[in-house]
Each structure stands twice: as structure tokens, then as C-alpha cells.
């Protein structure tokens, strides 16, 4: 049966899009994980395809986007992992709207915006995140959100039909949207931005990039911040202040830098970041009483 799949997946990506046993450490940010039994990066137009020959293999899938708010397990990904990336990644720029397929990322998006000069993606433009899934996330930074951009998104449902949800129906919240739960696929994306004027816009880039390099390890592997906020708190004054700065479980390490962020200082396991993580949760709740949940997602198998 796996040859047979194999070679119609062939058929669908083309060759050098679809790869068996590809190592998750080369797709995610934190540079660890283990092997995904498939991996496919295939073009907007084919993924409605592909996700119905994984159905019709009844192969579990799941969609990626950069890889950079996912810790993959040691021990890898059974079944097919979508990377909506560079093979989808086609922006369109027409007045003050910007359309962006799921796989542009936001850098990108944020700098044919100024080009354009269309202020709006400033706060995204240091997010290494493809458009997908910071929609997925309702990512943002300094007080900007992707709810306060996206018009609309198109998406495949479950049940494989493409639909048009507007920002309401997106449900977005702190780092939440409904894709997840469900399990929709975001294809593409309509911003909505304001006319502003290009210096401005490049200052407004380079300042909160600046703000990035000097509190953020961006020098290490990481997914950025590991932790929600949690309400009423900040997760990295909890961790400083539960004694935790610079705290390590093998080659993963709290952040000395900013202590939000868990790095891997290099070699670290799937395994000993989880091990980390939940120390980190256990040691703050003892002192504080507050649990605080992971922002990262945890895939594939430990
Ligand atoms: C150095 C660094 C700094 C960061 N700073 C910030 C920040 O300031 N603010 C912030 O919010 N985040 C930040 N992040 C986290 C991360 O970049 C964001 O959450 C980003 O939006 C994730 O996008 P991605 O494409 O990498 O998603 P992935 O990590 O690939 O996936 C994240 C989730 O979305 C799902 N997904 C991805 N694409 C799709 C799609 N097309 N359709 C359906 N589901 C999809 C995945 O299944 C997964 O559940 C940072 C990360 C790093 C490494």
C-alpha cells in the first residue's frame, strides 16, 4: 500500500516536494524533532488533493507552516506533514489589501506592505511565521495582533470543501483562533491596511526590530515565547522570579536573556525541552499558584 501511496503523492507535488522519513529538526525553529513518515510541500492549488489521498489512505496529516511554534517529538510524526511554505507562498498587493497565501511569511508580507506603503504589519514583521499559522495563532507583538489585519481567510474544512471566513467567524482570541479545533487548513488570507507613508513605516520595522535583538535570544534555536501570558502575570517575570533563569535540563535552557524563552543551546532533545518545560510549570505553580500553559505546541511522539 505505501508504494502505491507514495507514488500518488508523487503524482500530485511533483518530484522534490514530497519526502519519506524527513528529519522535523530542518523545519522547526527549536531544531530538534525526529523523522515525519511522509513530508509534502505542496502548492496552494494541490492541497485539497493531497489531504484527500491522505483521507482516502486513512493516513493521519497535519498542516505546518515555518515551524516556528512547534516542538516535534524525538521520536517523530507518524503519517503526513503539509508544509504550506514557499511552494504557497504567492502576495498580491491591490489598494489597501494585501492577499497572501497561507505560506508567506510575514516578514515578507510586512515588507511588500511598506513597499506598497501600507502600514498595518509593522508589529508582525520580526514574527518568523508564515501567514497560515499566524492566523492559526492569532499571533502578535507589541500590540498588534493578526486580528486587527486579516478581512477574511479562505479555508479548507474537514469535510474538504473550500469556505470563506470572515474575521468574526475566525473567533480569534489571546493566541487562538478556531482552525484548530476544526480542523481547518488555512489556504490564503485578505489583509486589510491603511495608507501610511514608507519612512515612517520603515522606522516603525527597524525600531521594534532593534527591541527583538536586544531582548530576545534571537542567537539560539527557540520558538519564541514558550509560555502564554498568563492573566495578570508575565510568564518570564514568573520563571526570574521562581529562580529559574539560565535553569537547564541537558541542552535546553531557560533563557538568561529573557527568561520567557527556552533555547536550545545546541544538541538539545525533544525530551529534555518537555522535561524543562513541565520543571518550569511545576516549580512556578508551587511558588505562585499559577499554572502556566505552553504557548509552543507539542506534536509527534516523545
Ligand atoms: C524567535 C521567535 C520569535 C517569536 N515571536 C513571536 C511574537 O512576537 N509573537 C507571536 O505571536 N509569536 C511569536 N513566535 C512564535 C511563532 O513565530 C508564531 O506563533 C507564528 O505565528 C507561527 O507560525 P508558523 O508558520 O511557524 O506556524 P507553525 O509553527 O508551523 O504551526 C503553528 C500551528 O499552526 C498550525 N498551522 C500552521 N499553518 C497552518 C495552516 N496553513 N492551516 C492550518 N493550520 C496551520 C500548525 O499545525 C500548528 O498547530 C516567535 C517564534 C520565534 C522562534
Redesign the pocket.
Known amino acids: 500500500m505505501s508504494d502505491i501511496f507514495w507514488k500518488q503523492l508523487r503524482e500530485i507535488t511533483g518530484d522534490g516536494r514530497c519526502f519519506r522519513q524527513e528529519d522535523m529538526s530542518r523545519h522547526t ?1 527549536f531544531r530538534v524533532g525526529g523523522p515525519a513518515e511522509y513530508y509534502a510541500c505542496p502548492g496552494r492549488e494541490q492541497v485539497t488533493e493531497l489531504i484527500s489521498l491522505c483521507k482516502s489512505y486513512q493516513i493521519p496529516w ?9 516542538l516535534v517529538g524525538d521520536k517523530g510524526i507518524s503519517g503526513m506533514v503539509i508544509e ?1 511554505g514557499k511552494e504557497a507562498s504567492q502576495i498580491e498587493v491591490k489598494g489597501a489589501e494585501v492577499r497572501a497565501q ?1 505560506g508567506a511569511l ?1 516578514s515578507v508580507v510586512a515588507r511588500k506592505a511598506a513597499d506598497a506603503g501600507l502600514s498595518g504589519m509593522e508589529f508582525a514583521s ?5 501567514v ?3 492566523i ?2 492569532n ?3 507589541y500590540g498588534g495582533e493578526m486580528r486587527q489585519v486579516v478581512e477574511k481567510a479562505t479555508v479548507l474544512t474537514a469535510e474538504g470543501r473550500e469556505k470563506e471566513l470572515s474575521r468574526e467567524e475566525l473567533c480569534f482570541g489571546y ?1 487562538h483562533s478556531c ?2 479545533e476544526h480542523h ?4 490564503d488570507t485578505v489583509l486589510a491596511l491603511e495608507r501610511g507613508d514608507l519612512p515612517s513605516i520603515d522606522e516603525e520595522m527597524a525600531r521594534l526590530r532593534r527591541l ?1 535583538s536586544e531582548k ?1 535570544p ?1 542567537e539560539y534555536p ?4 514558550t509560555f502564554k501570558r498568563p492573566q495578570g502575570y508575565f510568564a518570564g517575570k514568573l520563571i526570574q522570579d521562581a529562580g529559574l533563569r539560565g535553569y537547564r535540563v541537558g541542552e535546553a535552557q531557560v533563557s538568561e536573556k529573557h527568561c520567557g524563552f527556552v533555547i536550545n543551546r545546541g544538541g538539545a532533545t525533544a525530551a529534555q525541552v518537555r522535561q524543562l518545560i513541565r520543571d518550569v510549570q511545576d516549580k512556578v505553580e508551587e511558588q505562585f499558584g499559577v499554572r502556566m500553559e505552553t ?1 509552543v ?1 507539542f ?1 509527534g511522539e516523545f
Request: aromatic share 0%; charged share 10%.
Open positions: 525553529t497535519m498542516v505546518i507552516g515555518n515551524g516556528s511554534n512547534l504550506l497561507a510575514l520580526g514574527i518568523p511565521g508564515s497560515g499559522g499566524a492559526v495563532m499571533a502578535g507583538a493566541r482552525i484548530p481547518m487548513v488555512v489556504l527583538r530576545q534571537l527557540s520558538a519564541g515565547s504557548e505546541r506534536v
